[in-house]
Structures are given as C-alpha cells and as structure tokens.
C-alpha cells in the first residue's frame, strides 16, 4: 500500500467514525451478483437525518476493498455466509479496533436505547466495554 492509499484510507476511516457510532444499523443493498455466486457488488448505506446515505465509497476505501463505479458498490468475492453481515463487521472491526463501550448499560428491553450488538452479554454479564469491535454495528439487507 502506497503512503497516498494509507491516507485515503485514513481519512475515510475519520470521516465513517464521525458518521457512525455503536449500535447503528447499516442497511446491505445488493447490486450485482455473477452467474457463478462467487463474487457480489453490496452497497452499504445508514440512516442519517430521515434520510438515506450512501456509505459504499467509504467504506471500500476504509477497508482497502475494490469499489465497482459502474453498480456502486463494493466488490465482494465468496460465498457460503452472509456477505452483508461480513462487509458490516468488517467495516466495523475497522472503525473500532479496541473495541467499544458498551451502547446499553441499561435493561434493553425497556427501550431506552437500542440492545447492545455485543454477543458478550450472554449469561446476563454486564461489560463496560466489548473488545471485538466488529459488532459494534448492525447489518441488515434492504
């Protein structure tokens, strides 16, 4: 990786964290998938301010991944698992390498704010801050 590609991806990885905080769910989109299902086009977008936003640039930036100008999105090969939830995680393990505070230190099922993404509550364990950062956001296919 070139000095100017670590910068392009720094800036975009500054730019997802100021637009992103834990918990948040980032809606899949698929564009394209090749005849042999081996490789997809997924474009991410958030919810920001009611409206939909585009996430997809970003994030491939963010993540050194290809970004497909033609179908808008990010060039994705495999198969066999959930393409979406492995571009959200990954994008998320990205922007939270150390982990994240927990975003529900509260009861979650009183809806003051949205369940913890976090698998380390099982056993009804409290835990200030997750160090797997790759479920500090949601995936969900639009």
């Known amino acids: 990786m070139t000095k100017a590609q670590k910068a392009g991806r720094q800036d975009a990885i500054e730019e997802l964290r100021k637009r992103l905080h834990p918990g948040q769910e980032i809606l899949c989109v698929l564009r ?61 393990r990205t922007l939270w390498p150390d982990g994240f505070d927990c975003i529900n230190l509260t009861t979650p099922h009183l809806g003051k704010r949205p369940p913890c993404p976090s698998n380390d509550h099982s056993n009804r364990e409290d835990h200030k801050h997750h160090r797997d950062g790759g479920y500090a956001l949601r995936s969900r296919w639009l």
């Open 32 to 92: 394209h998938c090749s005849k042999s299902g081996m490789s997809r086009v997924i474009d991410l977008k958030v919810i920001e301010d009611g409206e939909i936003r585009g996430l997809g640039w970003f994030a491939a930036r963010a993540l050194g991944d290809a970004y497909d100008t033609k179908r808008d999105g990010i060039k994705v090969t495999g198969c066999g698992m959930d393409m979406g939830f492995h571009l959200v995680y990954s994008l998320s």
